[in-house]
């Protein structure tokens, strides 16, 4: 098992940090995990999660996005708030795409075999926009997907939010107010086509698996069935009882992934293995 860590150029030039587990004894399909909002590569269980997948043949790339409001230094501190202010979809969707066509180089490491897609909440929303842009990307699996990204906050809070520039969401975890600038709700505004979750979903061509679990209380699972009802050739699971991060939470300690979480990756290693 191997652990490398990598750092490239993305939005406005800021550094995407990036970690690879690997088997390291051939050349292996390479599962891409795009992670949520005030999300990180980091958080809670995903080390075990990429070591779940690697031991199974199955490479892992997690990567925090430029204005994840993490620093190259920051690990799990939300130590760059200015950068988080800044983010837009549009910027995460050039992140994502940056990180595809390093991976595809084969300029550090050996080009996988094929590319898969497991996005996360917010992140599936964009992992879907991106599986509908691009060819590149061989299979697609959501976890607890957004299909709008206007539900990431009260619609009455958007006259305010035009009107002073910015609004605060409160990290519990951290005890932060985290701002978001109004640039976030403009890209929405002037990439409304492109932004729209579920256009994109009806245009998914790849082997798309959705999954959710029933008492997920921050993405309902109405909208996985939403998503799931775009796209034909889609394939829906609902994991009894698990909430929205499938059991997991941050720090985690325990040196097992929780039981919630583990139904999550077998289904998607078996859906990427088919």
């Not at 951290?174 to 976030?184: A, F, H, R, S, W």
Request: aromatic share 10%; hydrophobic share 40%.
């Amino acid at each position: 098992m191997s652990n490398q860590n990598f750092t490239i150029a993305g939005s406005s030039a800021k550094p995407i940090s990036i970690d690879l587990f690997s088997a390291g004894t051939g050349i292996f399909p390479l599962a891409i995990f795009v992670h949520g909002f005030k999300g990180f590569k980091d958080w809670g269980a995903h080390n075990l999660v990429a070591q779940y997948f690697a031991e199974r043949e199955i490479d892992f790339l997690k990567f925090n996005f430029s204005h994840s409001g993490i620093s190259l230094a920051g690990k799990d501190t939300f130590d760059d708030l200015n950068s988080f202010s800044l983010n837009t979809f549009s910027k995460e969707l050039f992140d994502l795409n940056e990180v595809i066509t390093f991976a595809k180089s084969g300029k550090e490491f050996p080009a996988p075999r094929k590319i898969f897609l497991i996005g996360h909440s917010r992140g599936g929303g964009i992992s879907i926009i991106q599986a509908a842009e691009d060819k590149r990307i061989d299979k697609l699996v959501t976890w607890a997907a957004l299909s709008n990204f206007r539900s990431l906050w009260p619609g009455e809070q958007e006259g305010t939010w035009r009107k002073e520039g910015v609004i605060y969401t409160h990290n519990s975890r951290t005890n932060q107010q985290m701002p978001l600038n109004v640039e976030l709700l403009k890209d929405l505004d002037h990439n409304q086509e492109r932004l729209d979750i579920l256009n994109s979903a009806g245009n998914v061509a790849q082997p798309w698996l959705i999954i959710h679990g029933t008492n997920d209380t921050s993405v309902s699972p109405a909208q996985a069935q939403e998503l799931n009802r775009q796209q034909a050739s889609s394939n829906i699971l609902l994991i009894p009882g698990a909430d929205h991060t499938f059991g997991a939470k941050h720090p985690w300690e325990i040196k097992d992934i929780p039981e919630g979480l583990k139904a999550a990756c077998d289904a998607t290693i078996g859906f990427f293995k088919k």
